[in-house]
C-alpha cells in the first residue's frame, strides 16, 4: 500500500483547521439555546416579525436583482466593449465597500438635501425608517452575487445555439427567451439564492437606514444590547437556520447541475 505523502496530511490538517473554525461557534451557537427557550422564541411576536420582515425583504431584493440584473449580467456575458472592466469593477464595489458606509451613502442620495430625495418625498417614497428604505440597502449588498452567478450562467451556452436560432428567423428577444433563458434558468436561480442568502443576513446598511421596522439581525443586536448574549442567541439560531435552508436549497441544486453536466 502506497504511503501518503506529507503534502497530502498537510491539506487534510489545514482541511480540518478550517472546517473546525467554521463549525465550532456555529456548533455552540445552536446548542446554547434550550428548547423551551427556542420554542418560546418562536411564538414571541416580534421575533417571528423580525424574520418574516428579513426573509421578505430580502426575497424583494433577489427579485429587483434578477428584474434589472438578468439583461447586465447577459450583456457582460455576450458583449466585449470599452469600458467593460471598469462596469464589472462597479459591479463588485457593494462587496468592498464596509456596510454602514453603504447606509451612509444611500442615506446621502434619498434625504431631502438631495434632489433624489426631494423627488422620492414628493412622490411619497420614504427611505429613512421604512420596508422601502430596507430593501434598497439589501439589493445594493446583494446584487453582485445575482449578477456574477447569471453571467457565468450565460458565459455556459454556446453562442452557435444562438447564432442558428438567429439565422431561422427568430429575433434577439425570442432567441434569448427560448434558448439561453432556459438553459441558463438554474444558474439564475443559484443567483437570486445567494443574493437572498446574502441580503438576510445584513446588518451594517440595514442599522443606519432603518432601525425600525426591526430586521432579525438587528433584533439579535438590539437584544444583545438590551439583555445580554442568553436573550439574543434564540433569535440567531432561527435566524441561521433560515440561512442554512437556502445553502441546503442552493448545494443541491449545484449539485444537480454538476451531475447533468
Not at 210 to 238: C, D, N
Request: charged residues 15%; glycine residues 6%.
Amino acid at each position: 500500500m502506497r504511503r501518503k505523502e506529507l503534502f497530502f496530511w498537510l491539506t487534510l490538517t489545514c482541511g480540518i483547521v478550517i472546517v473546525a473554525y467554521i463549525l465550532l461557534p456555529l456548533v455552540e451557537l445552536m446548542t446554547s439555546s434550550s428548547i423551551p427557550a427556542l420554542w418560546e422564541s418562536i411564538h414571541d411576536k416580534e421575533v417571528v416579525r423580525s424574520i418574516r420582515l428579513s426573509v421578505f425583504s430580502a426575497g424583494s431584493a433577489a427579485l429587483i436583482s434578477f428584474l434589472f440584473g438578468t439583461p447586465l449580467a447577459y450583456l457582460l456575458a455576450r458583449q466585449d466593449f470599452r469600458g467593460k472592466r471598469l462596469l464589472e469593477a462597479i459591479i463588485d464595489l457593494p462587496i468592498v465597500i464596509p456596510h454602514p458606509v453603504v447606509g451612509i451613502a444611500i442615506l446621502g442620495i434619498a434625504g431631502k438635501n438631495h434632489w433624489i430625495g426631494r423627488l422620492l418625498f414628493d412622490l411619497g417614497i420614504r427611505i429613512m425608517g421604512s420596508v422601502t428604505g430596507i430593501i434598497v440597502a439589501l439589493t445594493f449588498v446583494g446584487i453582485p452575487f445575482y449578477i456574477h452567478s447569471a453571467k457565468a450562467g450565460f458565459m455556459a451556452v454556446s453562442p452557435r445555439l444562438e447564432k442558428v436560432s438567429r439565422s431561422l428567423g427568430a429575433s434577439m428577444t425570442g432567441t434569448f427567451l427560448r434558448i439561453t433563458f432556459p438553459l441558463a434558468w438554474r444558474s439564475m436561480l443559484i443567483g437570486i439564492i445567494m443574493c437572498s442568502a446574502r441580503a438576510i443576513s445584513e446588518f451594517g446598511a440595514v442599522v443606519v437606514i432603518a432601525y425600525h421596522p426591526m430586521t432579525a439581525p438587528v433584533l439579535i443586536y438590539e437584544r444583545f444590547e438590551s439583555y445580554g448574549l442568553k436573550y439574543s442567541q434564540p433569535v440567531a439560531v432561527w435566524l441561521v437556520i433560515v440561512s442554512l435552508f437556502l445553502f441546503l436549497f442552493l448545494r443541491i441544486l449545484t449539485t444537480r447541475e454538476t451531475r447533468e453536466k
